[in-house]
């Protein structure tokens, strides 16, 4: 029971240019949706999250879109740097539950950046 | 800043064997998590822990699955008899439950690899 996915394992985009990250979810309870970055050997990092009455949040070169009545956000990284190659979570949760948010992560997207 | 530590980085065990892997959550945390990642999947919850006690488990944590709190700092998951397919990364993660925080301060540590042969 996929309720997170990520149907693209991997994006390539050159340096310098916009990646955009996509995850969509299925169960409606959620509220609350967050963004990791991954490398290998490494446990996930927060980059972004964004609450479920808000269809925008951003943060620097990072920006999340939210349209809810589609079920779909969007991760956008304007401009992409190498430093950005990794894999990207997508995760959700629902908040009713004060401080025992247990995190659906999608698949996760492989970014490599090219130079 | 503050981390969530993991120990070890990197366990080997033979299937059939309990093996024990340890965190350290962040000091003024108040619930605990731990959550899996078997190579190339998705990072899956495992169990969520608060005051003690389980507050919620997925059908992955079974009765060979163990979490104990011993002291003030520690939180540890025990796996009593692994098998082969419980060769994963394991995420340890805690959170303060602030929702002032963008994240709820929910932080992960750098993992456990258990490798099971």
């Known amino acids: 029971d996929q309720q997170v996915k990520q149907n693209s394992p991997s994006l390539s985009v050159q340096e310098g240019r916009i990646s955009i990250l996509n995850c969509d979810y299925t169960?409606?309870?959620?509220?609350?949706f967050l963004w990791y970055k991954k490398y290998p050997a490494e446990g996930p990092t927060f980059l972004i999250s964004i609450s479920s009455i808000k269809d925008k949040n951003e943060d620097g070169r990072f920006t999340v879109f939210l349209n809810k009545s589609a079920k779909h956000l969007s991760l956008h990284i304007v401009p992409s740097q190498p430093g950005d190659s990794a894999v990207y979570f997508c995760?959700?949760?629902?908040?009713?539950?004060?401080?025992?948010?247990?995190?659906?992560f999608g698949t996760g997207t492989r970014l490599t950046i090219i130079p | 800043e503050p981390e969530v530590t993991q120990t070890p980085s990197h366990q080997v065990t033979q299937m059939g064997q309990e093996v024990i892997l340890r965190c350290v959550p962040i000091?003024?945390?108040?619930?605990f998590y731990w959550y899996r990642q078997i190579l190339g999947q998705k990072v899956e919850f495992l169990v969520s822990f608060y005051n003690n006690e389980i507050s919620e488990k997925s059908e992955i944590f079974d009765d060979q699955f163990s979490v104990e709190r011993p002291d003030g700092s520690n939180f540890t998951l025990k796996i009593r008899s692994t098998k082969l397919e419980d060769s994963a990364m394991y995420f340890c993660?805690?959170?303060?439950?602030?929702?002032?925080?963008?994240?709820?301060?929910?932080?992960f540590g750098s993992g456990t690899r258990l490798t099971v042969v």
């Open positions: 995760a959700a949760t629902t908040t009713y539950n004060f401080g025992n948010e247990k995190l659906t």
């Open positions: 000091s003024n945390h108040l619930y």
């Open positions: 169960n409606s309870m959620f509220d609350y």
């Open positions: 993660a805690s959170s303060g439950g602030d929702r002032g925080l963008s994240n709820y301060g929910y932080t």
